[in-house]
């Protein structure tokens, strides 16, 4: 197990948010740079993430962009790295480079699309059927033999109250949330404190 879970909190569309966050100890920060609800352009996403400082990771999130489109987001916002949450190919993934984190879907039959033919590495899992910020819960303990075998960050239907329990099912290299801390679609600043401390609980 590891020593101490990773926290990302994702779909940040405000610098109060990212203040928060990075006080409660998040170690990263994501951003939704592809069509979305939470979707923010680049420039809004340089200002979003400005002052967050040197102690927690930008993360884009992209669903199936061109390597131009990641190359200025990059060069842009400055993120550390590019979560992939389409269809992309294990080239594609490979050109992007190590800043590049791709996302599959825990299902009963397996990982789809099968995480053998990408590179070793952190991978995100989400919830079967999405493509991230819906919410939607799982069965986590789909995800504990990946997990055996390399990093995974953890997503889909996290919130304050279940990411302890979860986290003890999957042991996961990461976590990572978004609708999980929002009220009425705006991230609620006490659920993001309380997450990251759950999260964080009988940790070092």
Same mark, same amino acid.
């Given at each position: 197990m590891a020593d101490r879970i990773r926290v990302k909190i994702c779909g940040l569309r405000d610098p109060e948010a990212v203040a928060v966050a990075v006080a409660a100890g998040a170690d990263m920060l994501g951003v939704v740079l592809c069509p979305a609800r939470r979707r923010v352009t680049l420039d809004e996403a340089a200002r979003i993430l400005g $002052? &967050? *400082? !040197?102690g927690? /990771? !930008? #993360? *884009?999130?992209? #669903? $199936? @962009?061109?390597?131009?489109? +990641?190359? &200025?987001a990059i060069e842009t916002v400055g993120l550390d790295f590019v979560q992939l949450n389409g269809s992309e190919s294990p080239e594609f993934c490979a050109? +992007? *480079?190590p800043t590049a984190i791709k996302s599959f879907k825990a299902t009963p039959t397996g990982m789809h699309p099968d995480p053998s033919t990408y &590179? $070793?590495?952190p991978i995100h899992l989400e919830a079967p059927g999405t493509t991230g910020g819906a919410g939607v819960p799982w069965d986590f303990s789909l995800a504990s033999a990946i997990a055996r075998q390399r990093p995974v960050m953890l997503s889909g *239907? /996290?919130? @304050?109250d279940n990411v302890a329990v979860a986290i003890a099912s999957v042991e996961p290299w990461a976590v990572d949330v978004s609708s999980g801390v929002e009220t009425d679609g705006v991230k609620d600043h006490a659920k993001v404190r309380a997450f990251i401390t759950n999260a964080r609980q009988d940790r070092a």
């Open positions: $002052d &967050a *400082g !040197k927690a /990771l !930008k #993360v *884009g999130v992209f #669903v $199936d @962009p061109t390597i131009e489109e +990641v190359q &200025a050109a +992007v *480079g &590179a $070793d590495g *239907g /996290l919130d @304050p």
